[in-house]
């Protein structure tokens, strides 16, 4: 059976209160660390780990009594975006550490969270 994926985000939740997504503004990463590759005079000779950052950055709704202030200094926190097609990216230990700029004309704000692990759970 082919597999099927369908675009989109159907909740984000923070330590498990979801919240509304301005659609098509959700990304992230759930990545640890990245390869730099590393080349000699005349070959690759081999690759430079880095340690990352796991994040998820995305635009919510300031409806639904959101509020940004009780986001500030956050950390320890559970961040989780599930997709329609059922994927899950999941965030432990993150912090909040986007600067909270809102955007009054369609109701929106930027959040961005950053954490110590990341993790995907793909559907079935």
């Not at 498990?16 to 098509?24: I, M």
């Not at 081999?46 to 940004?68: C, Q, R």
């Amino acid at each position: 059976m082919a597999a099927t994926f369908q675009a989109g985000v159907s909740r984000f939740t923070i330590n498990g209160v979801s919240w509304r997504v301005k659609a098509g503004t959700c990304n992230g990463s759930v990545l640890e660390k990245k390869l730099e590759a590393m080349m000699g005079p005349t070959s690759l000779n081999g690759f430079k780990v880095t340690a990352i950052a796991p994040y998820i950055e995305l635009d919510v709704s300031l409806a639904d009594n959101f509020s940004v202030k009780a986001l500030e200094g956050l950390t320890g926190a559970l961040v989780t975006v599930e997709t329609r097609s059922g994927a899950q990216y999941i965030i432990t230990n993150a912090g909040y550490t986007a600067d909270g700029a809102a955007a009054f004309e369609d109701g929106t704000v930027k959040l961005k969270f950053e954490g110590e692990t990341g993790r995907e759970v793909l559907p079935l």
